[in-house]
């Protein structure tokens, strides 16, 4: 659980990230470019960077440094004020779609939150791992290749969320949503709202280390969600992204 001043600290880094990738929908149709064809987590990354350093109010440039793929780490922010060596926060990106597949792109939202990995789970952030979670609906033409596509995007997102705050046993917890972003390319269906919104999640319980397989209750729920909604242990729901 975030303290108020690491959320603070979260929920600002977003927010510049949100803006920046609004004024390049904006200026050159870059979103809308991007999510209508294959992943872009790594462009995400990149973008992150330049928006974290143009916006020195957010994140002073004399205390912090960004940098890509630093301990295997999509964004690796440094402390310069204690230590050039000190990791002050980590930031992985991850897009999950409408479409089949989206049970294994959230059970991969994980991996970065309690990283089994040896490299990723040395790294000790003073602020608790971040995962921003790109979510994509989109629609294609007639005739356009996507696998098992969900048409019901409501229902659609309140599976992710329940699976996000639910998942692996741990749970993550949402601190923040950027705005929801409308897709416009000549491959989308334009009577499909296809849309791009992040949403920050935080783990739970940010000191454990997990050892061992996926929690069978997830694997469970994304098979069949009708099976169950219910985790093992207590649902964290922030009070930001409550459905009724």
């Not at 350093?53 to 793929?69: A, Q, T």
């Not at 310069?80 to 479409?99: P, Q, R």
């Not at 609906?137 to 997102?157: Q, V």
């Not at 000549?186 to 791009?196: G, T, V």
Request: hydrophobic content about 35%; some cysteine.
């Amino acid at each position: 659980m975030l303290k108020p001043d690491e959320r603070e600290f979260v929920q600002g880094i977003c927010a510049a990230l949100d803006q920046h990738l609004h004024r390049q929908e904006q200026e050159r149709d870059a979103l809308s470019i991007l999510a209508s064809g294959a992943a872009f987590e790594a462009w995400l990354a990149f973008e992150a960077r330049l928006a974290l350093e143009s916006s020195p109010g957010v994140l002073p440039v004399d205390r912090f440094s960004v940098e890509n793929e630093r301990g295997k780490s999509d964004v690796y922010i440094s402390d310069w004020k204690t230590g050039s060596d000190t990791c002050h926060a980590l930031i992985e990106f991850k897009l999950v779609y409408n479409n089949k597949n989206w049970g294994t792109q959230v059970q991969s939202v994980f991996n970065d939150l309690y990283p089994t990995r040896t490299e990723k789970r040395l790294l000790s952030p003073t602020v608790p791992r971040v995962a921003l979670v790109g979510l994509i609906g989109k629609l294609y033409l007639e005739g356009g290749r996507y696998p098992g596509p969900r048409h019901d995007i409501k229902e659609w997102e309140r599976e992710v969320f329940t699976a996000l705050e639910g998942g692996r046993g741990h749970g993550a917890e949402l601190v923040w949503s950027g705005r929801r972003m409308a897709l416009q390319h000549e491959w989308l269906d334009p009577n499909f709202a296809s849309f791009f919104q992040l949403h920050a999640f935080t783990p739970v319980f940010p000191s454990l280390r997990f050892e061992g397989e996926w929690s069978a209750w997830p694997s469970r729920l994304l098979r069949n969600p009708s099976e169950g909604s219910t985790p093992p242990h207590r649902r964290v729901m922030s009070s930001a992204h409550r459905r009724t």
